[in-house]
């Protein structure tokens, strides 16, 4: 088996609309993405931003890993802001989301980016996951949502 880790730009969008469907569509997310042509906007827009830095994990030529996301300037330093990061069900708990992560980092540090920022679900097995990885809570930071009607 052949493992290639590289960079995604457009042309890899159908693949990475189908792993992301994969990856979230089923238990513990259950994301209804059914409607095609959302979730193609949805990739676009996250993936095709101004800064934008996507890494793909490929496994004989399929996509199993990837991570969206981009490089942000802040005060403190410059990040790579992860969007959406997941890996297909039959690779989880098999470390591969471990060492995709690390060679993101190491990619980064090529870079000179020397933060990654990210929010997750404090009950879905991604926050455990990150832990794990060596990413601590920010606690003074909070999101918010208001559902309009």
């Known amino acids: 088996m052949k493992e290639q880790f590289r960079t995604l730009d457009s042309s890899a969008l159908p693949q990475m609309a189908a792993l992301y469907q994969n990856a979230f569509g089923g238990e513990p997310w259950n994301d209804d993405w059914s409607d095609t042509e959302q979730l193609m906007e949805y990739m676009k827009e996250i993936s095709c931003s101004y ?21 942000r300037h802040w005060w403190e330093g410059t990040n790579y802001n992860i969007e959406e990061f997941c890996v297909s069900p039959d690779y989880q708990g098999s470390g591969t989301g471990s060492r995709f992560m690390a060679m993101i980092e190491d990619d980064i540090k090529k870079k000179n980016i020397f933060g990654i920022f990210l929010q997750t679900d404090n009950d879905k097995p991604s926050y455990r996951f990150y832990q794990k990885n060596g990413f601590g809570e920010l606690c003074s930071h909070v999101s918010f949502y208001k559902k309009l009607k």
């Open 51 to 71: 800064n934008a830095l996507n890494y793909g994990l490929f496994l004989d030529g399929e996509l199993i890993a990837m991570s969206v996301g981009m490089i």
